[in-house]
Every structure is written in C-alpha cells, then in structure tokens.
C-alpha cells in the first residue's frame, strides 16, 4: 500500500509509492539509459488484458468489456500511487508519520489509435475523451472517501509520460492537495476583501487588457496568465461562473473541446509538438466554495527547466513575456481555427 | 529590468527575466534541439574578458584581477533575472501590479578545470569553493535592500545547467522566498508548540531512528529526509543550531567541505554521475527567527520527473523509500571514506 508523509518542517505532502518496486540500484543508469522500445502497447486493441479491466469504456454495441470495438477507454492505473483498499499500516513513529495514500488513479486511453495525439483526432472525438473525463469525475465525486478529484494529461517523456500512446489520468485523493489551499485562501480573501469571484475578475480583467488573450469562444477564454510561471503557460477558463469541473453542462462540452484542441494545435504545430502537461483545477469535492472558486485547466509546455533556484526558493523564473507567448499562440490558433472553419 | 510579477490568486511570484531576449519562436525547435558545442568556455582561464569583471578571485600573488592565476573566481551572472539598480518601472495596472526584481545573481566558478567537477577536486579545493559561498554570503548579507541569499549548484543539463564548466550560482533577492515563509511558519508553530528548533529535533530524531543517515563527522548529520520528494533526496545539517550560513565558524569549514564532497561522490559513483541541484537554506537576512531556524543543505537528484500529478496538486510522488536510498548511499560513502582516509 502506498503510503502518505508529511514533511514536519513544511507540512509537504509526499506519496511514496513503492508499488513501482524500484529498487535503488535500478537508478544507477539512468542518466544515461536510453528508452527501451515497447514491442506491445498495453493501450492498443487487442492488448485489452495487459490492462486491469475496464472501469468505463465507449465501445460498438455489441462488443464486450474489455475486447476491442471502443474509442474511448478507461483502465485502473497497474502503478497507481494511491488506492482505495486501505491496508490500516498507518502510524506514528514519535514523530515520524505516515498514512495510507488513499485514492484512486486512472488512465483514460485517448483513442485506439496508438500515433492519435489530440491536435490530429477529429473534432467529435475530442468531445468525447471531455465526456470521459466528466464521466469519471462525476464517479469519484460520490465516493465520502476522497476529498479531491485531478484529471491531467503528461505529453512527451521529458514531461513525464511513460507510454506513447496517447492518454490521460485521473487522481482522486483523500485529501486536499496544497496547491488548492493556496488557490483558496487567495479566492476567499479576494472574495472578502471585493465581494466577487477572483476568477471572473481576472477573466474580465485580462478581456480587458486583450494583450494576454489567445482565443476566446461562446463559453471559454483561452490566455496567458499575468504571472506565468514559464514559457508559454496558458489556461482555459470557462466564462460561466462554476465550482466544479463536473457540473460541465452538455452544451458546454463542445466549446471546451474545441478550445482545448485548438490551444494544444497551436503548440503543436508553433512549436513543434512540445512536451507539457496539463490538468483541470476543479473544486476540492467537500469544499463550501462554490461562490469563490472557478474551475480551469492549466497547461505548462516543458521549454525550460526549474532548477536549483526555482527548487531552492519557490519562484519561478520565466524567460518569455506572457504577453508575447500570447501573441505568438493567437496568430497560429487563429489560422488553424479559420483552416478548420 | 527584470520584473517580479506575483499571481493574484496564489500569491506565487515569478521574475520575467526579459534580458536573456528569448523571442517566442527561438522556443519552436526546442524539443527536438541538440546542444551546440561550445568552442569556447567563457570560465575557462584565458577567457576572462568574456565575463562580467569578477567580484572575488583567490588567485595567485601577483596575478591582476581578470587574468589567469585563479583558483576559484566569482563573476556577476550576464543573464541576471535580478538586478540591484532599479529602474523605477515598478508600476500597477488595475491588478496587474509588478515590481522590479531587485537583486544579484553571480557565477561562482569552481576551479580553473574544465571538467573538474566536485567530487574529483582536491579536498583543499572543496574547502576554497566553501570560503567563495561564505564570502558571497557575508557580503550580500550587508545590502539592507536586500532579503535573502540562496547559494546553489546545478549540475548537469537536465538539472538547469547550461554551461559545462563546474560553477556554483548565488542569488541575493529583495523578498524573502515563498519555500521560506512555509518552513519558517512550521518551524515556528513547533517552536511554539514543544519550545525547540524542529532542524534540531529532526536532527536528534534522524540519529536515533537511524535508518535514513547516510554518513556523519565531528559536526554535520548527512540524511535522506523522512518526507523525501524525489529518490535520493539528500540534506546535509550542521548539529550546532545555528540559523545563518554566513555564520559557518571557520573549523566546521573542513567539516563542511568533507561532507558535501563525500555525499557528492556517493552519487557519482554510485549512480553514475546524475543529474542534479543543491541548495543552501540559509534564514532570511533580516528575519528574527535566530532560535528556530537553522541551516542546511538540500540535494534533489534529477532521476524523476516532475509531472501534472506534482504540478497540478503540489504533492510529490517518490517511488522509492528514503530509507532504502539512504542504506544504497551510506554503503558507497562509508567505501569513498575509507579508500580516501
């Protein structure tokens, strides 16, 4: 069972799970370990059992679980850092603390197609890997158990994905992770201090100040945040007013996909498909915040590297103007969104 | 000028370091980039002219300032992302407030040897290296304008480095460091709550488990943290309570200087000369926390990535335990100390 510590002096949060069975010396070579080919993907139709079975998949009818006939599939993470079963290893060691990492982790197969990275899949197909995500947040969003539920994608192994094909991830936590402590604490202190939603101001404010926008339609604004922490940073932030991530409504959905896929295109095809990640802030479950907090996605490209300073302290440091990353993602966006018109 | 931007709804701060002029679309073939050979290495001796003059020399007597005859040399850092003359366009648009990012950034070159990294140099020179970080210090320490000093070291190039010839980096800023404000606030809840410094309890707490030391000598305690982030995370503290790095008396300084080159070649040779960055956590200049803080060292290894997971909720996945990395290190330092003794 994987199990949680925190730090006595921070209060940090570490999961250490030693599900993955890395042994200290499997480290040895990897600075300069090269990546091993995979003759099979686990991910690709056929190779269903690879995988623990399916706990959503869309399929032909007809088709059954765990066969191929699906476009959308999702399986239990086979190294999941968090887990539902708690084993009772929690315990105090003077003070030495740790608990079971309860949660749950998930991996939504983007499409069978193995090279099908999102900018290249069709339109309806976006909308569907955004149904999947809601579908499973909306799951874990009524187990007591979890407090937290993040849906992220890993693009490219220096951004940390392991397999090629192409995937998302969902973790659902028992706990509130401290990035979302941080984003409250400054929601509701903005919320005392004006009395409104501190993500509705920024969006009104950056449409106001136009430099940082990329591209906007009938429900969600494209920009580069104000303080981005690295090249390129850019969010997706929904005009609507709205906690959490799953009371997306349906007629929502086609305006974040094409807004997610058209911003992923941009970096895809300006800068050369670049590694990043990207995951959705969504309302910790529990939470009474619906009136200050505002859900979004956050995608930071992996262009440069945070280092000792960075580590050392806390701040970022960014080398490209927000202002001018903005400029150089809406020019392609608006060509790509006037080709697909 | 660089800037310092802080985020509305997080408090995070970011310096937008504008002066390294990276235009948007010098960022296009960054994943696919290789990394130019250098002809020249402007830390080389010969090549003085192609720094900033340097700010502090242990050179031969005789030998002109920015000429050969060095053996460690520190330069101003010609990308600095902060800067000590403002240039008063600190400015607040709405809420879109930004400062400039008063501070210094220098270069601490390590030895006149190209490929002379730490743990190959001689002992003595180690000893040099750590009489350049103290001098910094000291002298940093007496700018009233500014907050704090981190000493760090970033090796190799998916750490951050971007010049091969060994060098350490200090950055003196004029805010104290977000990581700051969260270990000062733990360490000063525990003082409150148990009247003593958590880094001495730890340390105490650390020698009796036993299980995470990895070496000791007459004054520093070398550890992998109970919490540890990464695989291999590594922190070096001094057993004497003491807050400042600038205050290192001038016997702890062989101490010193043995530990962090032992710890250093246990990952050398031990993992095949990783990745990685080092940072000193030193209290902030100005803060009056002499009985709760205390300094020290922190090693992160680069054998991991930093994925959404990490990004996204600000917790750390490590997937080995701290205590295996520790008993993998401790066997190979106790070996280096006694091939070196």
Redesign the interface.
Known sequence: MPQL??????????????E?A????S??????ESVAARDVCPFCPGHETMTPPEVLAYRAAGTAPNTPGWWVRVVPNLYA?FRLEPDGQEHQ????WQRDAIGACEVLISSPDHRATTPLLPRRQVEEIVQSYVDRYRQHAQNPALE?V?V???H??????SLEHPHS?L?A?SLI????L??L???RR?HEADGEC??C??LE?ERQ?GARVIFENEAFTVFA?????T??ETWIMPRRHCASFGDLEANEKPAFAEALQLTLKGFYE??????F???I?SAPLKADVSNLYHWHL?L?PK?S?????E????????????E??A??LRERIQKEAAQMA
């Open positions: 510590r925190q730090d006595l002096i921070t209060g940090r949060w570490v999961a250490v799970a030693t993955r890395r042994r200290p010396d480290f040895t070579q990897a600075a300069k850092a060691d003077g003070r030495f937290h993040l992220l994608y890993n490219g192994r220096p951004a940390g994905a991830q973790y936590v992770p401290p990035s979302f941080d984003e604490a400054g929601a903005f501190v993500f101001r920024t404010d100040a945040p104000y303080a981005a922490r090249p390129f300006g800068l050369n498909d670049p590694p990640n990207y995951y802030h956050e930071i262009l590297t945070a280092a000792g300073f580590l050392g302290t806390g701040i970022w440091i960014n080398v490209v103007k927000p001018d990353s400029a150089f």
